[in-house]
């Protein structure tokens, strides 16, 4: 089959067309033909930083965690999918799994699910790694009905999707972001907008919970930005983190008594540990999705096999409006 392949790291590593073996489904496993992939910041952090991330595949290397497509071949062992079934999931792209920058991608049952039927091909390959991240990390934090959440960075992969969820969950919700783009689109996605660059924690936690703070800080820009998270739960509050590498002073969430949940959704691909929780995600996440309650937004510029390379540098340069998808 065709795939996109790295034969080097770094930030300007080139993907290259080769002719690699054909996958064949071995037990738990199905052969999908990959017609999307979207691309995530892990994918652009493995490009470039290669043998120094621990999840780094050997080279050459096919990259791509996110697809949709659909089912060719199925393994011994594997239930409720038959050959022709449209699905979708994260389940390659790192360490030993062959990527989904491919014709095909032998993919862990357990790690996939049907595709909603309301979402495209496109649509649907935006979704999973952003969509279980969110629903972990609201579930973990135990989001309910009539809390007040705030989701940081809420017109990102992450965060706009983590709005939908909470307020499936019945959650008032409020997000950060800059700019009348960004503005816009939280609004339009259903919370309250804050631009960070204008107003203080202090001054929306005011606006937005009375001074008390909120229930749960969905924080999916981490690092320093952590800091702004403890200041805007309350008292015994949640806080869930999807970047947690940083030094940092706890001292804040002690004297608060925040409970820290850092999600981390590759645990399960790398170590083979509850897998199937994922395809149990992403069987919910097509039930919202079908009933209107979650729409992943992608970016509105197109990608082929062909524009790999540019995907990645839109992705990375911050000019991007939702999810980047390379269609196959």
Same mark, same amino acid.
Do not use: W
């Given at each position: 089959?065709?795939?996109?392949?790295?034969?080097?790291?770094?930030?300007?590593?080139?993907?290259?067309?080769?002719?690699?073996?054909?996958?064949?489904?071995?037990?738990?496993?199905?052969?999908?033909?990959?017609?999307?992939?979207?691309?995530?910041?892990?994918?652009?952090?493995?490009?470039?930083?290669?043998?120094?991330?621990?999840?780094?595949?050997?080279?050459? @290397?096919?990259? !791509?965690?996110?697809? #949709? &497509?659909?089912?060719?071949?199925?393994?011994?062992? +594997?239930? $409720?999918? /038959?050959? *022709?079934?449209?699905?979708?999931?994260?389940?390659?792209?790192?360490?030993?799994?062959?990527?989904?920058?491919?014709?095909?991608?032998?993919?862990?049952?357990?790690?996939?699910?049907?595709?909603?039927?309301?979402?495209?091909?496109?649509?649907?390959?935006?979704?999973?790694?952003?969509?279980?991240? @969110?629903?972990? !990390?609201?579930?973990? #934090? &135990?989001?309910?009905?009539?809390?007040?959440?705030? +989701?940081? $960075?809420? /017109?990102? *992969?992450?965060?706009?999707?983590?709005?939908?969820?909470?307020?499936?969950?019945?959650?008032?919700?409020?997000?950060?972001?800059?700019?009348?783009?960004?503005?816009?689109?939280?609004?339009?996605?259903?919370?309250?907008?804050?631009?960070?660059?204008?107003?203080?924690?202090?001054?929306?936690?005011?606006?937005?919970?009375?001074?008390?703070?909120?229930?749960?800080?969905?924080?999916?820009?981490?690092?320093?930005?952590?800091?702004?998270?403890?200041?805007?739960?309350?008292?015994?509050?949640?806080?869930?983190?999807?970047?947690?590498?940083?030094?940092?002073?706890?001292?804040?969430?002690?004297?608060?008594?925040?409970?820290?949940?850092?999600?981390?959704?590759?645990?399960?691909?790398?170590?083979?540990?509850?897998?199937?929780?994922?395809?149990?995600?992403?069987?919910?996440?097509?039930?919202?999705?079908?009933?209107?309650?979650?729409?992943?937004?992608?970016?509105?510029?197109?990608?082929?096999?062909?524009?790999?390379?540019?995907?990645?540098?839109?992705?990375?340069?911050?000019?991007?409006?939702?999810?980047?998808?390379?269609?196959?």
């Amino acid at each position: 089959m065709k795939a996109m392949v790295l034969n080097s790291y770094g930030p300007d590593a080139l993907f290259e067309l080769a002719e690699i073996p054909d996958p064949v489904a071995t037990p738990g496993h199905v052969v999908v033909k990959v017609a999307a992939t979207s691309v995530n910041t892990v994918d652009t952090m493995i490009r470039s930083m290669g043998a120094d991330l621990p999840l780094s595949p050997q080279l050459p @290397a096919v990259l !791509g965690m996110d697809f #949709a &497509g659909t089912v060719v071949a199925i393994g011994d062992g +594997v239930t $409720g999918l /038959a050959i *022709g079934d449209e699905v979708y999931g994260c389940a390659g792209g790192l360490m030993d799994l062959l990527g989904a920058l491919a014709e095909y991608i032998n993919a862990d049952a357990r790690l996939i699910a049907h595709k909603p039927k309301t979402l495209s091909m496109r649509e649907a390959a935006a979704l999973p790694l952003v969509g279980i991240t @969110a629903y972990e !990390g609201l579930t973990r #934090a &135990g989001v309910g009905e009539g809390q007040n959440v705030l +989701v940081q $960075g809420g /017109a990102g *992969g992450v965060g706009h999707i983590a709005i939908q969820i909470a307020r499936h969950f019945g959650a008032n919700v409020s997000a950060t972001g800059r700019g009348e783009e960004q503005m816009a689109l939280i609004e339009e996605l259903g919370a309250r907008p804050v631009d960070f660059t204008t107003q203080k924690v202090q001054d929306y936690v005011a606006e937005h919970t009375s001074g008390v703070g909120f229930d749960v800080v969905f924080d999916s820009v981490g690092g320093q930005n952590m800091t702004n998270s403890f200041a805007a739960a309350k008292l015994n509050g949640q806080v869930a983190s999807t970047v947690a590498m940083v030094e940092i002073d706890l001292t804040p969430a002690h004297f608060k008594g925040l409970s820290l949940h850092v999600v981390f959704m590759l645990i399960p691909m790398m170590h083979n540990v509850g897998r199937k929780t994922h395809g149990d995600i992403l069987r919910t996440l097509a039930v919202l999705a079908d009933e209107g309650a979650l729409k992943p937004i992608v970016d509105k510029h197109t990608f082929g096999s062909a524009d790999i390379g540019a995907a990645y540098a839109h992705l990375t340069n911050g000019s991007a409006v939702g999810k980047v998808v390379v269609e196959l």
